[in-house]
């Protein structure tokens, strides 16, 4: 149920920023807010659908309607990934894939779960090279 929930969760930015998802957003909107806005919050009566297994039929509707859209929406697709390390580039990642992506816990970037090496994340060691050219250009000006 909580790795539905995170789907869930992980999917409405795509969703909610598409203009050509009008009718998944209306289902996401359908839906109780907190289920696909906050992943760890469950009213009572999520307990009791769940219980009987009400809540994971309803989310996985959900989530089968929002990733078959990102699959098939070319503004979708664009906000994907490709693995930086192995540069599959027929493979578009997406961080909702929890089975078989990890996205890099500092800049969220997204990689094959057995590709990614998070000491190595290449993302990370550009914007850190950034970073230090610009201190580097910053003190040769400030020592003009």
Request: hydrophobic fraction near 35%.
């Amino acid at each position: 149920m909580n790795q539905i929930r995170n789907q869930l969760w992980l999917m409405k930015d795509y969703v909610n920023t598409c203009r050509f998802a009008v009718k998944e957003m209306e289902k996401f909107n359908q839906a109780k807010h907190h289920l696909w806005s906050d992943p760890d919050l469950y009213s009572m009566s999520d307990i009791f659908e769940t219980k009987f297994g009400q809540m994971r039929l309803h989310l996985e509707v959900l989530r089968d309607i929002a990733r078959k859209h990102i699959y098939n929406c070319d503004l979708c697709k664009a906000k994907g990934f490709i693995c930086e390390y192995c540069r599959q580039m027929d493979d578009i990642l997406y961080p909702f894939e929890l089975q078989r992506t990890v996205s890099c816990p500092i800049c969220h970037a997204v990689f094959h779960k057995s590709c990614f090496m998070p000491e190595k994340c290449p993302k990370c060691m550009r914007l850190e090279a950034r970073k230090l050219a610009r201190e580097l250009s910053t003190n040769a000006f400030d020592q003009r």
